[in-house]
């Protein structure tokens, strides 16, 4: 089995990737959805597994599922045909609702600051913070003058203190030692 999806994810990041880049990311999903159900149909099955030419074998899936296909997913039937890998569509599919079901997730991100930041400041810190996590961000701030000036951003397991009064903590350890 981790050997299918080893195999099945390049392709599952491939079709996710450009479905994100063009913002047609339903309808990879569901051309993915009815080539998988295709995959498995008896029939297709021992064309898969017979010696017809791969050019031959695309132009089979590529006739059934004409209706979700356009240019681009015509070609991404035509590679995973071209490398044998047509059997693997129902990986491909699980892996790729994966990454959807990651992308959408938001992460809650703690901001600690001294005093109110701007809007500016907030964007700036939610934009790097989206990049770092590769999702969407949700900010909570909150006022803590104990920091004396800058902030301290948590989510999850990740801290990230940028505060004099974490600078301070710092030095004292490193002068302890």
């Known amino acids: 089995m981790a ?17 994100v880049e063009r913002n047609c990311i339903e309808e990879w999903q ?10 498995q149909a008896e029939q297709i099955k021992s064309v898969l597994t017979s010696d017809m030419k791969p050019d031959s074998i695309a132009n089979v899936f590529i006739s059934i599922c004409k209706d979700e296909l356009d240019e681009y997913r015509t070609n991404f ?5 071209e ?14 609702i994966k ?8 992460a809650d991100v703690d901001v ?14 939610k934009a790097a913070i989206e990049q770092r996590l590769s999702r969407k ?12 000036s800058g902030f301290i951003i948590r989510t999850g397991d990740m801290v990230i203190d940028s505060s004099i009064r974490g600078r301070l903590n710092r030095l004292s350890d490193a002068l302890q030692s």
């Open 112 to 125: 600690i600051s001294a005093s109110p930041l701007t809007e500016a400041q907030l964007n700036k810190i």
């Open 99 to 106: 990454y959807v079901l990651e992308s959408q997730a938001v």
């Open 30 to 39: 569901k051309m993915l959805v009815v080539a998988s159900h295709v995959s």
């Open 83 to 96: 490398n044998k890998r047509l059997a693997l569509l129902p990986e491909v599919l699980t892996l790729f």
């Open 3 to 19: 050997d299918l999806v080893t195999i099945a994810r390049p392709y599952a990041k491939a079709a996710f990737d450009f479905a």
């Open 137 to 148: 961000v949700k900010l909570e701030c909150h006022i803590d003058k104990s920091i004396i």
């Open 77 to 81: 039937i035509k590679v995973m045909a």
